[in-house]
Structures are given as structure tokens and as C-alpha cells.
């Protein structure tokens, strides 16, 4: 079992940034393909990055690309995702996910969820 927790959130004004943190309890972390999804008032969730075993492989949302970057420091047991020219359509709740293998074309396939930490960025 892996817990997953999330900080970082917080209200930033539209251009700025944030860096959010997962930290994965236990000795396996580096097995585990690691994933942010976010979920906004009133909609699904939805993926946002993805990132391999040793960091060197990563997917984003189209949504996102450009602007955020998914990475991991297997020694810290922590992936991170650092958020850039933020947009109020950023604001949501955002989730980190772990899972024991690649989730295929289907990245909601996650094993492990955090309980997701927010991010506001007014109008």
C-alpha cells in the first residue's frame, strides 16, 4: 500500500506560479509510474501529467503543455509539479496517483490516489 500526500496548493494570481508536492510513504516509490489529475468545481476529473519510473519519460494534457512540468526525486520520495503561467481554468483540485505499471492510452488506470490538494487562481 502507498500513501500519497499532496501540498503546495494555494490562491495565485493569473501569470504566476506554484510548485506542488507528492510525497509517496514507503520503500517502492522509484516502481511506480506517477500521474497529477485535477478536478474543477462542477466537472470531471481530468488528467493533467504523467511521468515514468525514472523520470525520463513524461506526457502532459494539451491543456497544460508548455506551462507545467511533471518530475519526480525517487531519493526524496516525491514527484512534483511546477504550474507556470497560470490561467483561472487552472483552478481545481489537484490529485496525485500512483500506479505499479504504464496506464496504457487510459491514465485514470491509477492504483493509488491522494486526496488532492487546491489551487486557485482568480478571475
Known amino acids: 500500500q502507498v500513501q500519497l500526500v499532496e501540498s503546495g496548493g494555494g490562491l495565485v494570481q493569473a501569470g504566476g506560479s506554484l510548485r506542488l508536492s507528492c510525497a509517496a510513504s514507503g520503500r517502492t516509490f522509484s516502481s511506480y509510474v506517477m500521474g497529477w489529475f485535477r478536478q474543477a468545481p462542477g466537472k470531471e476529473r481530468e488528467f493533467v501529467a504523467i511521468i515514468d519510473r525514472s523520470g525520463s519519460s513524461t506526457v502532459y494534457a494539451d491543456s497544460v503543455k508548455g506551462r507545467f512540468t511533471i518530475s519526480r526525486d525517487n531519493a526524496k520520495n516525491t514527484v512534483y509539479l511546477q504550474m507556470n503561467s497560470l490561467k483561472p481554468e487552472d483552478t481545481a483540485n489537484y490529485y496525485c496517483?500512483?500506479?505499479?505499471?504504464?496506464?496504457?492510452?487510459?491514465?485514470?488506470?491509477?492504483?493509488?490516489w491522494g486526496k488532492g490538494t487546491l489551487v486557485t487562481v482568480p478571475s
Open positions: 496517483a500512483g500506479a505499479r505499471k504504464w496506464p496504457g492510452t487510459n491514465y485514470e488506470n491509477m492504483d493509488y
